[in-house]
């Protein structure tokens, strides 16, 4: 408002080798050209360069170093700057870099994002297990299909969506990633129900009904719960989150729609020829009575204690580092080493400091001399702070009604060194500095942006927890009639999510094995993933959970057995729920192939969070303390008996046979 700043600010940034200046007039040479062609982009309203006579541009070149910047400033924030611009200046600066001169652009609107080619790879792999899992190439690729046609419509959305809401450019990649695993996994339930429904000797009319009325509901309450616990998303109050959270609801939804709409009209054709193009060997399947998750139950129920506590001892384990957990925003450090910004950043470290990527905006609004006088006491006594690497002169406005410093930390945006300075700076300096001046000042800019997000993300975020596992609670509650269930149920999905967390904060924040997994360098977990994690973690663990204890529980109404329901229940889901959880590690893993760390990292946590979900929990920790309750599994107080009962399988509406 006061300084005619509407918009974001990007650098050019350029380093001359052989021990020339980089103000020389050969380097000058080259790089005015660059400057004068950025100047006269659209949305570019002024650039600011060494070469300038005001003095003040002197502070940006380096003191020690052949390296300097110019000042890109735009009257557009970075998210509204066009993809189309950005990539034309990128272009004309990388055709502008000599073996002389080295020349990068900085700032968030250089960020390259594109989609990761790893997807194929993902897409590849769930093709592999499908194959295994059907045996046939048409029942194959019945999932991917459906899949597919899903997340064409869920994105096309989002591409509408991104002019109601502020949607984050990396927001397709994460729909796609969530829209592909829960798509080829609702399609993998309604298709297996229909393929044992056409074994069972029923007509393929019938089929399709039973298999919607069965795994077609358990899909469409797993979905429901997705989207549902997606848009709780909405009480954090941030417009990006809101845009992200509505982007991957509505790819759920319409992949559930499609799973439930175009999935049964596609068998009502193929019918009979499911089971076409079959491999060899590929119809013999064990019965559930001599399969090996069979013995694996048996095996667990000879010994639950045993079972229960090494699976808790593992998920305790894998759950040491969320003490650890801190919470932030990845600064262009953490680009590869491809991307433009990535290069600059590190050009900008190497001659003006770590801090100099995000300096700190010290502003205040001055009503006359005294006040300006106040100001420039602040500016000494800034100067003076330790982790403050430097201070700028006060700048006022042309009115004289406000201030402006600029402050460099010695660290980098995203150490928490920076993170301590701010809160430092907020809460002691600044108010001692001023005191009895009349004087506010406040400490913004980019930096200071991330810290506050990720302190309000996770004052939150504990009560997004109770929020979700409270209706994780309430819905089991109504499915089972128990208590223990759902109990047992939010228990285990906390323990869950705690291991695949502490997994994500010893790769991406303490750095262990980070190589491996293409990270380039240690830092906080992004302000927003914990919270959007859970929420589809949350999610695809009922529909596991679902699965799983409504096979149970049916056996157990029948024969009052609780071991033999058990294990009967386990013989007959384990095969799929390791398929479908195979499917989403293969979608969601293939994304840690990418070069975005945001990426990388939402892709990597929930392709663990699965992993443990449908391992320790769904095939140890949950028959094994279903062994350890015996009936109390399904004990419902008489005083709740007025709780209706909501069938998710639709089990209990037998279908004729022909």
């Known amino acids: 408002r006061d300084f005619d700043r509407p918009g974001d600010t990007g650098q050019l940034v350029w380093k001359a080798t052989g021990g020339t200046s980089p103000t020389d007039p050969s380097v000058r040479s080259a790089v005015q050209p660059v400057l004068d062609e950025l100047a006269r982009q659209p949305h570019v309203a002024a650039v600011v360069s060494p070469f300038d006579p005001d003095p003040a541009s002197r502070r940006l070149v380096s003191a020690d170093q052949p390296i300097a910047y110019a000042e890109i ?13 950005t990539a034309h200046m990128r272009d004309l600066v990388s055709a502008a870099s000599t073996d002389a001169v080295r020349l ?62 502020d949607v984050p450019s990396f927001a397709p990649q994460v729909t796609a990633m969530i829209g592909i695993g829960v798509g080829i996994d609702y399609a993998l339930f309604i298709v297996t129900r229909y393929r044992g429904a056409l074994h069972e000797g029923r007509s393929a009319r019938d089929s399709v009904v039973h298999a919607i009325n069965t795994s077609g509901r358990a899909v469409l309450f797993a979905g429901t719960t997705v989207v549902i616990s997606l848009l709780g998303l909405f009480v954090v109050g941030l417009s990006f989150i809101r845009g992200m959270a ?64 090494a699976g808790l001892i593992v998920l305790l384990v894998l759950s040491v580092p969320v003490v650890s957990l801190r919470l932030g925003v990845a600064d262009a450090g953490n680009d590869p080493t491809s991307q433009t910004t990535r290069r600059a950043y590190d050009l900008l470290a190497e ?42 002169p006060v700048v006022l406005n042309q009115a004289g009604t406000a201030a402006l410093i600029t402050v460099q930390p010695t660290g980098s945006p995203q150490d928490e060194s920076t993170t301590q300075l701010v809160h430092h700076l907020r809460d002691d300096v600044v108010p001692t ?24 993300l996770g004052a939150r975020l504990p009560w997004f927890f109770v929020a979700v596992l ?32 502490g997994v994500m904060i010893a790769v991406f924040q303490w750095g262990w094995l980070k190589d491996v997994f293409g990270v380039g360098k240690a830092g906080p977990i992004e302000a ?22 409504s096979r149970i529980k049916e056996d157990y109404d029948k024969t009052g ?46 392709a663990v969070a699965v992993f443990i979900d449908a391992t320790i929990v769904r095939l140890v920790l949950v028959p094994a303390t279903m062994e350890l309750l015996g009936d109390r599994n399904w004990w419902l107080p008489k005083r709740l008996g007025w709780i209706p009962r909501l069938d998710v399988d639709g089990e209990r509406q037998p279908l004729p046979v022909d």
């Open 73 to 85: 400033q735009f009257d557009q924030r970075a998210n509204d700057v066009s993809i189309d611009e």
């Open 104 to 165: 990068e652009l900085g700032g968030p609107m250089f960020i390259e994002q594109t989609m990761p080619a790893s997807e194929a790879i993902g897409i590849l792999a769930a093709i592999v297990i499908l194959l295994v899992a059907f045996g046939s190439l048409l029942a194959m690729g019945l999932p991917i299909i459906t899949a597919l046609a899903g997340i064409s419509v869920g994105l096309a959305l989002v591409e509408i969506l991104a002019h109601l809401y």
């Open 246 to 309: 509505t982007g991957a609801a509505l790819a759920v939804l319409i992949v559930m729609l499609a799973s439930v709409s175009l999935l049964p009209a596609v068998l009502g054709f193929v019918g009979h020829t499911i089971d076409k193009f079959a491999l060899p060997n590929a119809k013999r399947v064990d019965a559930p009575e001599n399969s090996v998750w069979i013995r694996w139950s048996r095996t667990l129920q000879r010994r639950p204690w045993t079972a229960a506590l």
């Open 351 to 392: 001659g003006f400091g770590p801090g100099s990527s995000g300096p700190l905006l010290v502003v205040a609004e001055t009503a006359g001399s005294e006040q300006q006088a106040a100001v420039q006491r602040l500016a000494t006594e800034l100067a003076t702070v330790p982790g403050v690497r430097q201070v700028s």
């Open 433 to 456: 500095s001023t005191a009895g001046s009349g004087v506010r000042a406040y400490v913004g800019g980019e930096t200071s942006l991330g810290i506050d997000l990720a302190d309000q």
């Open 470 to 501: 409270s209706l994780s609670f309430l819905l089991l509650l109504v499915v089972f009639r128990s208590l223990l269930v759902p109990l047992k149920a939010v228990i285990m999905n906390l323990l869950s999510i705690g291991a695949a967390y």
């Open 528 to 549: 927003w993933i914990p919270m959007m994690l859970f929420a589809i973690v949350f999610g695809l663990s009922m529909d596991y959970e679902v699965f799983l204890l």
């Open 561 to 606: 057995d609780n071991a033999t329901a058990v294990a009967h229940g386990l013989a007959l889901t384990a095969r799929l729920i390791t398929a479908a959880a195979a499917i989403m590690i293969c979608i969601f893993g293939s994304f840690v192939l990418g070069d975005l760390r945001v990426l990388k990292m939402i892709g990597f946590g929930l």
